[in-house]
């Protein structure tokens, strides 16, 4: 089986394209023009939702990354690479948020830590602390490992990173403040600050995908499915 690189990058682009599009236009035609029911499609398509099509297709990227990351550390593993268990590492990670994604295990620590520690503000959906205390934890142990990546791979990666991190940390930040200060959750500007940050974590994960298959391409070359008995 052959695929373009190119091609891919395309469908991840325009699939994160139209899901952004979509969701505006599903907030649109409820909160401007009073289409509440939307014949049995309001919430399929909201980026602030849950157990719909974009959770679907942001489960979709994590996999996928999954997948280029094992393949990664299977080659290396061949190879007997020191860095071996780092690529693994990540598709264990990786695989951990996919299954977050769908289950919202996060979402499951934000109230409990609210209410014990009695955020407000900026600091409305605390569960971003511990996931930034296991981050920096993970980014001192993966030091060594990203100085030893081809410069085309980290220089991607570290794009991939400040997009999604951007996304999941300054815009949840924002949203936070608004849902928390203002008091609303819902308006058009609510909905505006969901897509600015959902569109920055999918559009990391879709330039990690392609810092990955790069990687792979540059190299690991062709890769050989054999089926034995």
């Known amino acids: 089986l052959k695929f373009s690189l190119s091609k891919i990058s395309q469908a991840l682009t325009y699939g994160i394209g139209a899901l952004i ?32 099509i974009p959770t679907l297709f942001s489960f979709g990227l994590f996999m996928f990354a999954v997948v280029l990351l094992s393949v990664i550390a299977l080659d290396h593993g061949k190879k007997r690479s020191a860095f071996v268990r780092h690529w693994m590492g990540l598709a264990v990670v990786f695989g951990f948020l996919a299954l977050d994604e769908v289950c919202s295990i996060h979402e499951g620590w934000a109230e409990p830590l609210r209410t014990t520690l009695k955020t407000s503000g900026f600091f409305y959906y605390i569960w971003q602390l511990p996931y930034a205390v296991v981050l920096g934890l993970t980014g001192i142990f993966y030091l060594s490992f990203f100085k ?31 849902t928390s200060v203002m008091g609303k959750q819902g308006d058009i500007i609510y909905m505006f600050l969901v897509a600015v940050e959902e569109t920055l974590e999918m559009c990391g994960l879709a330039v990690f995908i392609y810092a990955l298959l790069r990687y792979i391409q540059k190299e690991i070359g062709p890769i050989n499915i054999e089926l034995e008995n």
């Open 21 to 52: 599009v979509l969701h505006l236009l599903e907030h649109f035609c409820v909160l401007t023009l009073g289409h509440d029911y939307m014949m049995g499609l309001r919430g399929e398509f909201d980026l602030d939702g849950e157990n719909n």
């Open 148 to 178: 030893v990546l081809p410069k085309q791979t980290r220089g991607w990666m570290i794009v991939a990173a400040s997009l999604y991190l951007t996304g999941v940390g300054l815009m949840e930040f924002l949203g936070g403040w608004y």
